[in-house]
């Protein structure tokens, strides 16, 4: 009989292991607050029956009367005397242990349902004793289907059908009691010693309990460890990717040949009017009516001369054909000036390979110049120097498109005087910017000097001098930069809303391949843009312009190249920012925070303290090249943004003019200004910078804060107190007004400076401080003066003091005389304004005297 307790014991753990794994799957396993509720509710229903409460249903459950009816499971309707013999029926061995915890006296077993046990048939959905005893886990104690009335309402509201694993009917939920619900497995011997099977059950119940918190903690524990192992797989896939790339990147480098080169990338900068558009339209030299000279070829934002074209350009100075052409060609970018050139950047450094700095030699560097030469400075890019409009200097003899030496040694000696002047002056002046400059073809250190073209945008002059140098300069001292690298290197240059193709970007490609359906990644305002290139577009030959198509679409484009990409969501795209290509072995991520990393790092520029003016720029170079040129000028920036300025920047900058007037502006850098935000501005008192040029903006807004912190210097003058030490030497008026000659022993006097004596008991050790009144006029030798400093004084300086209305009027010789010290009486208020509003005009001697007049003064 043991062993067949102890088989059936096992074999219903298992199977109770099963039914919590499922419960637990299905979301209806009991947590172990809740089998609290449901013991708690249970010892209430004891409390009542204790009581001596009857309750019909459990009577009748606990008379064991055998019901000839067949037993019915689930019928939520029939509750009643009826009722009881059905659920009397429900276990396939009745119990006739009493439902209440304390031990009662041995009922004798009842013979008929004993008998039955004997008598189940076998094909009857048969259940063996474990199933049953999980079946009473499901249900309630047996007879539990009648409830009391106080809780039958919850009762009914926690029933659910359970479904029966040997595919019964469902059976009704009643009170499970916390320690019955798991029970121990076989009620054979239900007459024997029910102490001992109680204890049993409990002991049963905690470690049932103590199974389920392990299982909660392991359930915790296992998906702590998932959520790690997603992490490391995800850190693996980021790894895995980046040494993809990094694999692919030195491949690329290591295919790379002297052979292979790809066309330099060519931006023309300099001042406003030196003539950089004139220049460039000469070296492209384009005629509508003749087609497109040369094959020269025109691109989204650049020019393209293939080496023919160049060939064809520097005939003049490749007479014996001893000239070597390496280079496929020359893509110059298309807009002159310093933007185009801030744009062309990656990662810091400039795509630009090469840059032409157009100087008017009749007015040398201007403030634009120098601007330029900062920028190609700070991008490393090597630059010569175009020396324009010599055909402007007093009797020039032109010689159309000719080179520049034999132009020059045909003109008169005068004229070569004249020009000799220029560039010498021209010289010195990149000489105080710290560069050595000298005439190409006197330049034989090209790493040292940079080189002067002079040049004519009108007569052509010096054109094919300047592009032989730019050939010779990529060609000898660029092969490692030029050499064609297969992965993509591509820089966006405009944002543009084109009729009938919606937001495209103008990007120039300067290594790798470009597909249309590529998947690119770009810098967005709002975070990084991912999307689909649908179209890549280059404008038609000007010769085909009866051709009704504006663009011609293009499978693929190979660097190096201007062209306009069309694809969705590119409305907040930033110019100046890189485009990335999303490859089959990339992790999409990783690209995205490598392409936000140049935006993320100009936020990092932002003060932390919220305090400074509001940047607005039109590209991500410009806003650059402007945190930049802010950083060294020590003004601290709180926002920045890029495009046009709308209503809610003027909002975010509202937000210093409490805590900064000075720094409640906004500085708009290359963009335009929407007319209800000027008119906001206006209304609020926001100060509105706007400029091309980051010098004008830089003057414009140091001249607006010189202005406020004057203003605020005036409003605070009243209530700041210089200091100063005087020794009385005469006394010319005793009362009312009190004129004094003093001597100045610390300090500066000035008009409007509160004066007092401090006298201290000789008994009592106390300190009292006579206010004498304000400084109304000072003197000296009878000229009246406004501030007389310490060296001034020389003989002695004549003191008016006039005394408030409110205050009493003092007299020399009763109230202080010749051997007092009289002070400005400085105040703690009075110390603060002249930190926070004089600071620069106050000496170091001034500030020690005000530490030593503190303690006198009985100032914290």
């Known amino acids: 009989m043991n062993l ?21 799957r299905e979301g209806t396993l009991l947590t172990k607050k809740q089998k609290e509720d449901k013991a708690a509710a249970e010892l209430r229903k004891q409390a009542l029956l204790k009581s001596g409460v ?111 694993t040997n595919g019964s009917t469902p059976l009704k939920q009643a009170f499970i009691e916390p320690k019955l619900a798991a029970k121990a497995p076989v009620k054979v011997a239900l007459t024997k010693k029910e102490e001992s099977s109680s204890a049993e059950s409990e002991d049963d119940s905690d470690e049932d309990s103590s199974d389920e918190d392990s299982e909660e903690d392991s359930e915790e524990d296992s998906s702590d460890e998932e959520l790690t192992n997603a992490q490391k797989m995800a850190a693996q896939k980021k790894a895995e990717a980046a040494e993809r790339r990094a694999k692919a990147h030195e491949a690329a480098l290591a295919a790379r040949s002297k052979d292979d080169l790809r066309s330099p990338i060519c931006c023309i900068l300099g001042h406003v009017d030196t003539g950089k558009t004139k220049l460039l339209d000469k070296i492209r030299q384009t005629n509508v009516q003749e087609g497109e000279a040369g094959g020269i070829t025109q691109q989204i934002g650049a020019t393209f001369f293939p080496v023919d074209a160049i060939k064809t350009k520097t005939t003049v100075l490749n007479k014996d054909g001893t000239q070597e052409y390496k280079i496929p060609g020359l893509l110059v970018i298309d807009t002159p000036g310093h933007e185009s050139f801030t744009n062309l950047r990656s990662r810091g450094s400039s795509l630009c390979n090469i840059a032409i700095l157009v100087v008017d030699i009749m007015h040398g560097l201007e403030p634009q110049t120098l601007e330029s030469l900062r920028l190609l400075r700070d991008r490393k890019t090597p630059f010569i120097v175009a020396l324009n409009k010599i055909d402007r200097m007093y009797g020039w003899e032109a010689t159309p498109d000719g080179a520049f030496q034999e132009s020059l040694a045909k003109q008169k000696r005068s004229v070569q005087r004249e ?58 001292r660029m092969n490692d930069r030029l050499m064609y690298l297969s992965e993509l290197e591509c820089t966006v240059l405009e944002v543009k809303v084109i009729e009938g193709l919606g937001t495209t970007i103008d990007v120039v490609l300067s290594n790798g391949i470009l597909r249309e359906g590529d998947k690119i990644v770009v810098c967005g305002l709002n975070g990084p843009i991912v999307t689909q290139v649908r179209a890549l577009l280059t404008p038609q030959p000007l010769r085909e312009l009866r051709i009704k198509s504006v663009y011609v679409h293009h499978k693929e484009v190979k660097a190096a190249l201007g062209v306009k990409i069309t694809a969705p969501d590119l409305e907040k795209a930033i110019a100046g920012s890189r485009l990335l290509v999303v490859g089959p072995d990339d992790d999409e991520d990783d690209l995205r925070d490598e392409i936000m990393s140049d935006l993320t790092s100009l936020l990092n520029s932002i003060d932390k303290s919220g305090r400074g003016v509001c ?67 206006e209304e609020m008192g926001i100060r509105l910078f706007k400029a091309d040029i980051i010098y004008h903006l830089f003057d414009a807004f140091t001249a607006y804060n010189a202005e406020i912190v004057e203003a605020k210097r005036k409003d605070a003058a009243p209530s700041a107190v210089w200091p100063c030490r005087l020794k009385i030497i005469a006394a010319f008026c005793k009362r009312d007004p009190i004129i004094l000659g003093v001597d100045i022993l610390d300090g500066t006097l000035r008009v409007g400076t509160p004066l007092c004596v401090v006298k201290v008991d000789s008994t009592t050790h106390k300190k009292e401080i006579i206010d004498l009144g304000k400084i109304s006029s000072l003197e000296i030798n009878h000229k009246t003066q406004d501030i007389v400093k310490k060296s001034q004084a020389g003989g002695g300086v004549a003191v008016k003091i006039e005394h408030a209305v409110y205050q009493s009027a003092k007299m020399f010789g009763r109230h202080f005389d010749d051997k007092d010290e009289v002070l400005s009486h400085v105040t703690r208020t009075s110390i603060d304004v002249l930190k926070s509003s004089f600071k620069d005009d106050v000496t170091k001697e001034e500030w020690v005297l005000i530490r030593n007049l503190k303690p006198l003064l009985n100032i914290q």
């Open 615 to 681: 940047v607005q720029a039109s590209t991500l170079g410009s806003l650059e090249a402007l945190l930049d040129f802010l950083k060294s000028s020590k003004i601290p920036v709180s926002g920045i943004n890029i495009g046009p300025v709308h209503k809610k920047d003027i909002m975010r900058s509202a937000t210093m003019l409490e805590k900064a007037k000075e720094l409640a502006c906004i500085l708009c850098f290359d963009v335009t200004v929407d007319k209800d935000a000027e008119k906001m501005a």
């Open 4 to 24: 067949v307790v102890c088989g059936f014991k096992s074999i219903c753990s298992d199977f109770l292991q099963a039914k919590r794994e499922q419960a637990k």
């Open 54 to 164: 009857q309750i019909e249903g459990l009577q009748a459950s606990s008379s064991g009367a055998p019901a000839t009816k067949k037993v019915v499971y689930g019928n939520r309707k029939k509750k009643g005397p009826g009722g009881a013999g059905t659920s009397a029926q429900a276990s396939p061995v009745p119990s006739s242990r009493p439902l209440s915890p304390e031990p009662a006296p041995e009922p004798t077993p009842a013979p008929t349902p004993a008998a039955k046990v004997e008598k189940l048939p076998a094909n009857d959905d048969v259940k063996s004793d474990w199933d049953a005893s999980s079946d009473d886990e499901a249900k309630a104690a047996a007879g539990a289907d009648v409830k009391d009335s106080w809780d039958a309402s919850s009762g009914d509201e926690d029933e659910k059908p359970v479904q029966n």
């Open 419 to 476: 020009f000799e002047d220029r560039v010498e002056k021209t010289i010195v002046a990149f000489a105080e910017q710290g560069l050595n400059a000298i005439l190409y073809y006197e330049n034989k250190n090209l790493g040292r000097n940079v080189s002067l073209v002079p040049t004519s945008a009108i007569t052509g002059e010096g054109v094919p001098d300047m592009i032989m140098l730019l050939v010779n300069l990529t060609q000898q």
